[in-house]
């Protein structure tokens, strides 16, 4: 494997935000580079080694999901950032885990949409019945299917963890008009990814997205899409309702460092080579699959 891609550093253009996976850019007045790294988190704390290839994986799906969504535009300006940036051809592996973007408003909620129940929401609907305020049927085993997605929002928090609000808090946040834009297009998107993963064995259990304003005020599609690390992918072939299931997505992580007597607290520790492998292996069937759409 080659090695990973934790920091980047490119000379030329000014870096001005690093995030917990990608490296931002500004290029010129209204452009900006963004770079996925192959950094990996858990519980708001990013590890001291990385997983091979994972910016390349997380930059190539999220393309090719921007290039299949028809129903809204994306920040994307170029999937091929070298063709502008000439000097990228200095940094190896750059172009490949890059793409040149619109600046937009990016708006501060988590637009999730959920099929299924798993994580600390299942642990809230346990405990209430409801998920975000909407109430759901009794008896959802761990990991059951939600009949109809619901779409629970999230603050889009800086520092520390996302926070679920209800839709009230989320109208109060982006407004009504636009909120209900917001939930039209994200549950429309989910439904369709789901409908195309099922054809190769994929369960699409959740995802979230991010919105933005451009300069014309439209609503747009930004950050990353339908990758393994904003979306459960869950195999459909070993799935079993109320059991944990096999995941090709970031969950994998999440487990092991739960068991692992880390406390959960800065600073994180490295993960054993056999972890990153497989989370690599992981990562890349979801390219596999997705290339194939």
């Known amino acids: 494997m080659k090695p990973a891609i934790i920091n980047t550093e490119i000379k030329e253009i000014k870096k001005i935000y690093t995030g917990k996976v990608r490296d931002i850019y500004e290029i010129e007045s209204g452009k900006w580079l963004i770079v996925a790294t192959d950094r990996i988190s858990a519980y708001d704390c990013v590890f001291p080694n990385g997983i091979p290839d994972k910016g390349m994986v997380l930059n190539q799906i999220s393309n090719k999901w921007f290039s299949v969504i028809k129903s809204i535009k994306n920040h994307l300006i170029s999937t091929n950032p070298e063709t502008e940036l000439p000097f990228l051809k200095n940094y190896p592996s750059m172009n490949e885990r890059s793409v040149i973007v619109k600046k937009v408003n990016r708006l501060p909620v988590e637009c999730v949409v959920r099929g299924y129940l798993f994580g600390s929401v299942y642990k809230a609907y346990q405990e209430t019945g409801k998920v975000c305020g909407i109430e759901l049927p009794s008896g959802i085993p761990l990991a059951g299917k939600i009949e109809t997605p619901i779409f629970t929002p999230a603050t889009k928090a800086e520092t520390g963890h996302d926070e679920n609000i209800g839709q009230n808090e989320f109208y109060n946040v982006v407004g009504k008009e636009l909120g209900d834009k ?69 969950q994998f992580v999440r487990d092991y460092v739960s068991k692992s007597g880390w406390n959960k607290q800065p600073p994180a520790p490295e993960l054993p080579e056999d972890i990153i492998e497989k989370t690599r292996d992981k990562y890349m069937q979801i390219l596999n699959f997705v290339q194939k759409i």
């Open 182 to 250: 917001i939930i039209s297009a994200s549950v429309e998107i989910f439904n369709n990814a789901r409908d195309i993963m099922e054809k190769f064995g994929v369960i699409l259990a959740d995802t979230k997205f991010e919105f933005g304003i451009d300069e014309n005020g439209e609503l747009i599609l930004v950050d990353e899409v339908l990758t393994p690390d904003s979306s459960r992918y869950w195999d459909a072939s070993s799935y079993k309702a109320g059991e944990s299931p096999k995941s090709y997505d970031k």
